[in-house]
């Protein structure tokens, strides 16, 4: 369903993007958001696109990160810009069926997983 692509390894301070492509329109998803998993660490929500085009982003990347979606291309991007080493991680992109504000932040939410990402951002 979901095909997470861009990863790779960058030096502090440097950006990257990374792509989630949607084999159906990934207009029609409630929501399409990135998680990040960091070693030994459990999996975080980063930022989601809703349906409307509404974005929500953790504290941590919050003017940082910036998600968008091409409806043409089935496809939603995340760019990462000033990257610091705690931002190493496997990125995943997931879909929710039905978004809702209360849960949006929880993995379990989330019905559609594609293959992770690395980033790596070290000097």
């Known amino acids: 369903q979901l095909q997470a692509s861009g990863g790779g390894l960058v030096q502090p301070g440097d950006s990257l993007t990374l792509s989630c492509a949607a084999c159906g329109r990934a207009s029609t998803y409630g929501g399409t958001g990135w998680f990040r998993q960091a070693p030994g660490k459990e999996r975080e929500f980063v930022s989601i696109?809703?349906?409307?085009?509404?974005?929500f982003y953790a504290e941590s990347v919050k003017g940082r990160f910036t998600i968008s979606r091409d409806n043409a291309k089935n496809t939603v991007y995340l760019q990462l810009n000033s990257l610091k080493p705690e931002d190493t991680a496997v990125y995943f992109c997931a879909a929710d069926s039905t978004f809702s504000i209360l849960t949006f932040r929880n993995v379990a939410a989330y019905d559609y997983w594609g293959q992770g990402t690395l980033v790596t951002v070290s000097s």
């Open positions: 696109i809703t349906r409307n085009g509404g974005t």
